[in-house]
């Protein structure tokens, strides 16, 4: 198993889904719980490196990503870790929100 790492993007994504559905569903527990759900999809792809996801070359060399209900775990292998790049929501276009997170 490889060490998870939060980069500060990702870590603002899932503040940023945990305040949106905190907002649409008026219930904080609903968003503590999704939150929690997506927590745990990126331990399990720290569990089974090179397993779990696809690579996304046209995107940057080294990322992959992971599809999770409804969002996009993008994320990277540096020596024994993997760190979370972003979290985005699947219907938003991954490229160009991707090149403009990066610049």
Do not use: W
Not at 86 to 102: G, P, S
């Amino acid at each position: 198993m490889r060490r998870l790492r939060y980069n500060d993007a990702a870590r603002d994504d899932l503040l940023a889904i945990a305040r949106y559905i905190r907002l649409s569903s008026g219930n904080s527990e609903i968003a503590r719980s999704f939150v929690s759900s997506l927590r745990i999809q990126c331990e399990k792809i720290a569990a089974l490196p090179g397993t779990i996801g696809r690579t996304r070359s046209e995107l940057r060399s080294d990322l992959r990503s992971f599809a999770f209900k409804g969002y996009v775990i993008l994320f990277r292998y540096v020596e024994d870790t993997v760190e979370v790049v972003n979290i985005l929501e699947r219907h938003r276009d991954i490229a160009a929100e991707f090149k403009t997170e990066q610049s």
